[in-house]
T-cell receptor, first 112, second 109 residues
Framework: KAGVTQTPRYLIKTRGQQVTLSCSPI?????VSWYQQTPGQGLQFLFE???????NKGNFPGRFSGRQFSNSRSEMNVSTLELGDSALYLC???????????FGPGTRLTVL | SQQGEEDPQALSIQEGENATMNCSYK?????LQWYRQNSGRGLVHLIL?????REKHSGRLRVTLDTSKKSSSLLITASRAADTASYFC?????????FGAGTRLFVKA
């Protein structure tokens, strides 16, 4: 079974731009979570989607949004990028009826 | 704020020694999990222990959970250089998983 894939792996943007990151979960997994990881704040929960519905949301501003498609693939979008948005963005797919998360390799976003 | 807090923040040991990391959390949980992360890559799930379990083993890993103290420990026995990584505990309630700040383990060959 293929693992979680995230695209792109690396991204460089400038302040004020917007960015869309993509995550394809493991086949059969319907739940996807997103996390932001920075040296200062560690791993912070962004949101979780299940069957195209946002089930939970972390404490991030409205510039951070996401969605999930009928094939369980998920995207997250960050608008009006700030320098502090530079981070590793991790996506995880969750096996149903478990809490075990399978993480992708992440997208490293650098905002200049 | 993070639910799980690991200690120590960093640990350096010799190959062959045991490594123990601790995690404390604040609220009721369904389960507690430990993950490993190598060099800023994605996390790898190591082990999950449910709130009604006290101890669990997986290979060289041993996890304990004390719900009365809201704490857990991860023991890695006979450590190897390849165990060098950051280790995170994560607690889950119904929908949300919250990660601690992590312990950075360095195993010297």
């Amino acid at each position: 079974k293929a693992g979680v894939t995230q695209t792109p792996r690396y991204l460089i943007k400038t302040r004020g731009q917007q960015v869309t990151l993509s995550c394809s979960p493991i086949s059969g997994h319907r739940s996807v979570s997103w996390y932001q990881q920075t040296p200062g704040q560690g791993l912070q929960f962004l949101f979780e989607y299940f069957s195209e519905t946002q089930r939970n949301k972390g404490n991030f501003p409205g510039r951070f949004s996401g969605r999930q498609f009928s094939n369980s693939r998920s995207e997250m979008n960050v608008s009006t990028l700030e320098l502090g948005d530079s981070a590793l963005y991790l996506c995880a797919s969750i096996k149903e009826n478990t809490d075990t998360q399978y993480f992708g390799p992440g997208t490293r976003l650098t905002v200049l | 704020s993070q639910q799980g807090e690991e200690d120590p923040q960093a640990l350096s040991i010799q190959e062959g020694e045991n490594a123990t990391m601790n995690c404390s959390y604040k609220t009721s949980i369904n389960n507690l999990q430990w993950y490993r992360q190598n060099s800023g890559r994605g996390l790898v799930h190591l082990i999950l222990i449910r709130s009604n379990e006290r101890e669990k083993h997986s290979g060289r890993l041993r996890v304990t959970l004390d719900t009365s103290k809201k704490s857990s420990s991860l023991l890695i026995t006979a450590s190897r250089a390849a165990d060098t990584a950051s280790y995170f505990c994560a607690t889950s309630d119904r929908f949300k998983t919250i990660f601690g700040a992590g312990t950075r383990l360095f195993v010297k060959a």
